[in-house]
């Protein structure tokens, strides 16, 4: 209360506690066709296999914060990690490092009536410049529809997380070659996630 009358945070309060009311689990449901959802029934719950030998696993993430933006420009700052487990235990990495951070420099280019984004990619490191992707791989229509919401152009600051995503693949790339054995396993936040539909028809790099 103040002077008498309720604060308007009060009354926020109030009316979600009056919307948000505990309701049964029900079953998964999807607005995407290309989701084919399963009951939640224990028949579809399975154990993991048994692995023969104690093998490793990658976990691999990135973030992103944002800078500085302009209609044509946003400058973000990107970290992509990988922790290693065997068991229980956690491992030092021995040929790579376990984090890379990197400017990201998004700008529009114009040409004719088209808008495009193209990115450079400036590691704090200069060593690992070959661990990010290419900067000719991360050149997007600001029409393209894997990234567009609605029919609205391209956000400029959405190829931040673009570039973020590339970087993840890329680096796992280098993890499974030079930190993990076969039976290893890498695990990439998002995999099981299908956002969007990003590809390129002849990459520089490998993704």
Request: negative net charge.
């Amino acid at each position: 209360m103040f002077g008498g009358k309720r604060l308007p945070i009060r009354k926020a309060v109030d009316a979600l506690e009056r919307a948000i009311v505990d309701v049964p689990m029900g079953q998964p449901s999807f607005g995407d066709d290309r989701y084919n959802p399963f009951k939640l029934t224990k028949d579809h719950f399975f154990p993991l296999p048994k692995r023969m030998t104690d093998g490793k696993v990658a976990f691999i993430d990135g973030g992103r914060a944002e800078l500085l933006s302009a209609p044509n420009f946003s400058i973000g700052l990107n970290r992509v990690y990988f922790g290693l487990f065997q068991g229980d235990q956690r491992l030092e990495p021995t040929n790579i490092p376990s984090k890379i951070d990197f400017f990201t420099v998004c700008y529009a280019a114009v040409r004719g009536d088209d808008i495009s984004y193209k990115t450079e990619l400036v590691p704090l490191e200069e060593d690992w410049n070959d661990l990010l992707p290419d900067k000719t791989d991360l050149q997007f229509s600001s029409f393209d529809r894997t990234l567009m919401t609605g029919y609205q152009r391209v956000s400029i600051n959405r190829i931040l997380d673009v570039a973020r995503a590339f970087a993840e693949w890329r680096f796992s790339k280098y993890i499974i070659d030079l930190e993990l054995e076969e039976g290893d396993v890498t695990v990439r936040d998002g995999t099981l996630q299908t956002l969007s539909l990003i590809h390129i028809s002849e990459p520089t790099r490998p993704y």
